[in-house]
């Protein structure tokens, strides 16, 4: 039997010799999809250095500065002579992180700033729109987080290449927009759609990837997200059951965040249970809960036991690999205010799943979108929200919420609208946040209030 390691490695040389065979009109594309923390970025960096090795010039698309950024270092990091080009926003300069690099990363406004062209030219897919292609023109481009990509962003720069590669994740959140999207509900060049689905809608003939193996979430955490929200997508963990572990110093006299936090380090999973009531979107006896465990997580003295921090020393945890995951912005003020006031809890991250994505932390905290609701509306009950949330870690998290959610979900079954054209997502959030409950409602992780 393969170990999870000789599988990735087997998926990533597929999707390099299928990246060989493209031409831009019979291939015109691979789409690999990816769960949670299985190395979307690392394919994305070898993808551009195989085809650099093979003479082919390359350019890449990530959807926000922080992505490039870190595309672009990884890039020239440990391969001596590679030159990369990062496209500025006008009047913009390098990051600090990447003027140490200088000489192996330019940095232009425009691309014929950079002439003679580097092997591979870097910028997020707005600064992309604005390239004309008389100014420059590629055989492969690689659209990084390609599912967070809308369509019509795609569309704007699909005419300076022949053939792409996009690597994204098909759990996590969909482009968002503010506009009725109604009217181009049910066209396959729905401009709001993700840039995947309308490529694949209109090249059906296009080769898909899976990549099985992610490295961030750990053997307790793999299977659950599996089963909710990529239940088409088989993958694993690529630690085992103990290779990763987390110990807490014995509180004097357990409360219940202490005992979940008992919990989460013994199983990986805590759920701390407030009492049930209607609340207002920022609850503050929630807030105050997220709060107390954060400060709890950092007295208590968690540490971390894994390949980056092996044992008998481990890692204590400190504020910078701790995150506060919410739905809304209201929520992460209310969180971020409770935390404000105790300075040994600056460096925690509190935020929305939206900004969250792509993020990786050793524990997570997790106000659960659904708590104190009277109604399950389709934003509490998108999947890729909480995807998103409940994968971030890569040693425990706990959820915080009110009692009544399997029932509030019982009382306002799955009703989307069904349209001519447009596939049904599945998993639909009812059945995923159901999966979900049933599995932190157990004994092992749940801690009432």
């Not at 481009?141 to 990509?149: H, N, P, S, T």
């Not at 979108?369 to 890569?394: I, K, M, N, Q, W």
Request: glycine content about 8%; hydrophobic content about 40%; overall charge negative.
């Amino acid at each position: 039997m393969s170990t999870p390691g000789e599988r990735a490695d087997t998926a990533v040389a597929g999707v390099l010799a299928d990246l060989e065979r493209l031409d831009g009109d019979s291939s015109p594309g691979v789409v690999v999809d990816s769960p949670p923390g299985a190395g979307k970025s690392t394919l994305v960096v070898r993808a551009a250095r195989h085809l650099v090795a093979r003479g082919e010039p390359v350019m890449i698309v990530a959807q926000t500065n922080e992505q490039v950024d870190d595309l672009a270092e990884r890039l020239v990091r440990d391969q001596p002579g590679l030159t990369v080009g990062r496209l500025l926003r006008t009047g913009g300069s390098l990051s600090p992180r990447l003027a140490e690099h200088s000489g192996a990363v330019i940095g232009a406004e425009r691309v014929t700033g950079l002439r003679p062209l580097p092997p591979i030219v870097i910028a997020t897919a707005a600064k992309w729109a604005r390239v004309k292609e008389e100014d420059g023109h590629w055989p492969i481009a690689i659209v990084d987080e390609a599912y967070q990509m809308r369509s019509d962003a795609l569309l704007a720069c699909a005419g300076l290449f022949d053939s792409a590669l996009f690597v994204g994740d098909p759990g996590q959140l969909d482009p968002f927009s503010s506009v009725d999207t109604d009217r181009w509900t049910g066209l396959t060049w729905n401009p709001l759609r993700n840039a995947v689905d309308v490529t694949l809608a209109h090249n059906p003939g296009m080769t898909l990837h899976e990549l099985p193996v992610s490295w961030r979430l750990p053997a307790s955490a793999a299977p659950l997200v599996e089963r909710a929200f990529y239940p088409f997508t088989r993958f694993i963990a690529g630690t085992g059951p103990d290779d990763r572990r987390a110990a807490v110093l014995r509180a004097l006299a357990p409360d219940p965040v202490d005992r979940v936090l008992d919990r989460a380090a013994e199983t990986g999973w805590g759920y701390l249970q407030l009492p049930a009531r209607h609340t207002l979107r920022t609850d503050g006896e929630l807030a105050d809960a997220l709060a107390d465990t954060a400060v709890r997580l950092l007295s208590r003295g968690f540490r971390t036991y894994c390949d980056q921090a092996p044992p008998p020393e481990g890692r204590r945890l400190v504020p910078g690999r701790i995150a506060i995951g919410v739905a809304h912005n209201d929520q992460a003020e209310a969180v971020g205010s409770r935390l404000a006031l105790a300075p040994e809890l600056d460096g925690i991250t509190v935020d929305t799943a939206n900004r969250l994505q792509g993020r990786e932390f050793d524990v997570t905290l997790v106000w659960h979108p659904l708590s104190g609701r009277v109604d399950a509306s389709a934003f509490h009950l998108e999947t890729g929200r909480l995807c998103v949330l409940l994968s971030r870690h890569r040693h425990a998290c706990v959820v915080v919420a009110r009692a009544g959610i399997p029932d509030l979900l019982d009382r306002h079954p799955s009703a989307q609208p069904v349209y001519l054209d447009v596939p049904p997502k599945f998993p639909d959030g009812w059945r995923a946040h159901q999966l979900v409950m049933e599995h932190l409602e157990r004994s092992d992780h749940r801690v009432p209030v």
